[in-house]
């Protein structure tokens, strides 16, 4: 069965460094997507991403982050200057159609130190 | 804004009884509303959804979740739980229109005792 694969599965950084967390999606799925979760807490959604552009975005993707889908498999998500509270674990999630379940990927867990 | 209410962070059943998870929810115009587990160090699994169509929704490993829009509410039941289905739960919903995102609860962490 085909499933969403992260790497790497564990990041660790030192706060100001810029880090790089890859997915790659289902093959035949459009949308694509990044959550985060800080430990303990609720899935918070980062990022949309069709027809290679952001369709949309919330509060917390501001400028230190940004996302490509560089080479039609592969999806990215950089940080490009981590902060302590960007320590959270990511997930990368997609799907055929946006009114439909979104698979999820097993997540990266970023520590910045 | 969309929102979930998971109302209790934690669910303690005996293995064989029914189990419920509640959730309620809030969003403009018609809901999408799915449910996602989570296993220690796992990524989300899907459960089920409610679209459209019949308001009682069956899904994977004996899960169900009735859809009441006048409660505006989504509970996640079994009728009988296992020891296996102990893990993190998450309900979630997103409006049906424009690329509104899909918004979480906080999970209800579901204890099953032998």
């Known amino acids: 069965e085909p499933e969403v694969t992260q790497t790497p599965s564990h990041q660790v950084t030192q706060m100001g460094q810029e880090v790089i967390l890859r997915c790659v999606p289902i093959?035949?799925?459009?949308?694509f997507y990044w959550y985060r979760q800080i430990l303990g807490q609720k899935v918070e959604f980062l990022v949309s991403?069709?027809?290679?552009?952001?369709?949309?975005k919330s509060e917390i993707f501001d400028d230190q982050f940004s996302v490509e889908r560089p080479d039609g498999s592969n999806f990215t998500l950089k940080i490009r200057s981590t902060k302590l509270e960007d320590s959270a674990m990511y997930f990368c999630a997609s799907t055929t159609d946006r009114r439909n379940e979104q698979f999820f990927g097993p997540g990266t867990r970023l520590t910045v130190l | 804004a969309q929102s979930v209410a998971q109302p209790e962070d934690q669910v303690n059943v005996a293995e064989g009884n029914p189990l419920t998870v509640k959730c309620t929810y809030s969003v403009s115009g018609n809901p999408y509303l799915f449910w996602y587990v989570q296993y220690p160090n796992r990524g989300l699994q899907f459960l089920l959804k409610?679209?459209?169509?019949?308001?009682l929704v069956k899904g994977s490993y004996g899960f169900e979740a009735e859809f009441n829009k006048s409660q505006t509410s989504f509970h996640l039941k079994k009728p009988s739980a296992l020891v296996s289905d102990s893990a993190l739960y998450f309900c979630?919903?997103?409006?049906?229109?424009?690329?509104?995102?899909?918004?979480f609860g906080k999970g209800t962490r579901l204890s099953v005792i032998a």
């Open positions: 991403f069709y027809n290679n552009e952001i369709s949309e």
């Open positions: 979630a919903v997103r409006g049906n229109s424009g690329n509104t995102p899909l918004v």
């Open positions: 409610y679209i459209t169509g019949d308001n």
């Open positions: 093959s035949n799925h459009l949308y």
